[in-house]
């Protein structure tokens, strides 16, 4: 079972619905992500979040807005989203972000299993 | 800035045989190195990572990872495949932007 939880775990949205998801871990760490899988790709980052403060944006579309209410969650705010928006969105947490760690290797990502999403 | 590169989108072994999965990194610096396996519709499991500890790394599942600088390689073996190892494969590194990024991914098939 994986330490970081995320809900829902399946989610179809038409394109003008709102919906949120939710990530949520207890491990005390500092460093939250969001990454966006599409079919056979590699993850790749969206957001980055270090001690509640939004770290890394990387040139996201305005229609995902993430937040971190606090240590413990971080949701990803959905509006207007597009079909090809469809994918499986991962969230993950870090001990800190890795050029505060000062070592190689202790920073691992904790993933969790995903929200699948498909825009109709 | 670092980078991955994997140099197999698939690889297909019979069952009980060995597995060798590539990864060659691109550094400047101490790189920070992670293998990582996604089974279906399942997120991220960390497999093992790079400390400068030691060029051999144990992880779990049996699987092993040596650190070569002189090859800029980083790759992923096992000495006996089995049918759960069948899933893909993601070699990572930590790129000047704090975040970690993935390879390509390495499909491995087990063959029974």
């Known amino acids: 079972d994986t330490e970081v939880t995320q809900t829902p775990k399946h989610l179809v949205m038409g394109m003008t619905n709102k919906k949120s998801l939710k990530c949520e871990q207890h491990?005390?760490?500092?460093?939250m992500y969001w990454y966006k899988q599409k079919a056979k790709k590699p993850p790749e980052l969206m957001f980055v979040?270090?001690?509640?403060?939004?770290?890394i944006n990387e040139s996201v579309p305005s229609r995902f807005s993430p937040e971190c209410p606090n240590s413990s969650l971080l949701n990803l705010h959905l509006h207007a989203l597009q079909p090809e928006d469809s994918a499986l969105y991962l969230c993950a947490s870090s001990q800190d972000l890795w050029d505060r760690v000062h070592m190689e290797g202790n920073s691992p990502l904790h993933f969790g299993n995903g929200t699948r999403l498909t825009v109709t | 800035a670092q980078s991955v590169t994997q140099l197999d989108s698939h690889v297909s072994v019979s069952e009980g045989t060995p597995v060798l999965l590539r990864c060659n990194y691109s550094?400047?610096?101490?790189?920070?190195l992670f293998w990582y396996v996604q089974h279906p519709n399942k997120g991220l499991q960390l497999l093992l990572k790079y400390t400068s500890a030691a060029t051999l790394v144990k992880g779990i599942n049996g699987f092993e990872a040596e650190f070569k600088k002189s090859e800029t390689s980083f790759h992923l073996t096992k000495p006996s495949a089995h049918m759960s190892d069948a899933a893909e494969y993601f070699c990572a590194s930590y790129t000047g932007r704090r975040a970690l990024t993935f390879g390509s991914g390495t499909r491995l098939q087990v063959q029974p």
């Open positions: 491990m005390g760490h500092r460093a």
């Open positions: 550094s400047s610096y101490s790189p920070s």
């Open positions: 979040y270090s001690y509640e403060k939004l770290s």
